[in-house]
Nanobody
């Protein structure tokens, strides 16, 4: 199993970014995918999760109405569209899949929201 995140960077408050997570090594369409974020010194936070078929999603209240999770099963990729970014969104963002009670993680992508 391999998960590779991309798309992070430095953005001004109010800006947008789209994160991607390219997956391989498993039957991508069969598993829900989840985005988490972590700020040093704080608990890891679940940001959004989406079903294998992409027909249902959950987005945390802290980012609801600003972030959208989606997936393209033909490309084995899950996305996180982040709009109206705030400094509090600064974190390392990780994608995750759980297979047979084993959690798999990518290396993370840094998102920094600052003027």
């Amino acid at each position: 199993v391999q998960l590779v995140e991309s798309g992070g960077g430095l953005v001004q408050p109010g800006g947008s970014l789209r994160l991607s997570c390219a997956a391989s090594g498993f039957s991508f369409r069969s598993y829900p995918m989840t985005w988490y974020r972590r700020v040093p010194g704080k608990e890891r936070e679940l940001v959004a999760t989406i079903t294998g078929a992409g027909d249902s999603a959950y987005v945390a209240d802290s980012v609801k109405d600003r972030f959208t999770i989606s997936r393209d099963n033909a490309k084995n990729t899950v996305y996180l569209q982040m709009n109206s970014l705030k400094p509090d969104d600064t974190a390392v963002y990780y994608c995750n899949v759980n297979i047979a009670w084993q959690g798999y993680w990518g290396q993370g992508t840094q998102v920094t929201v600052s003027s």
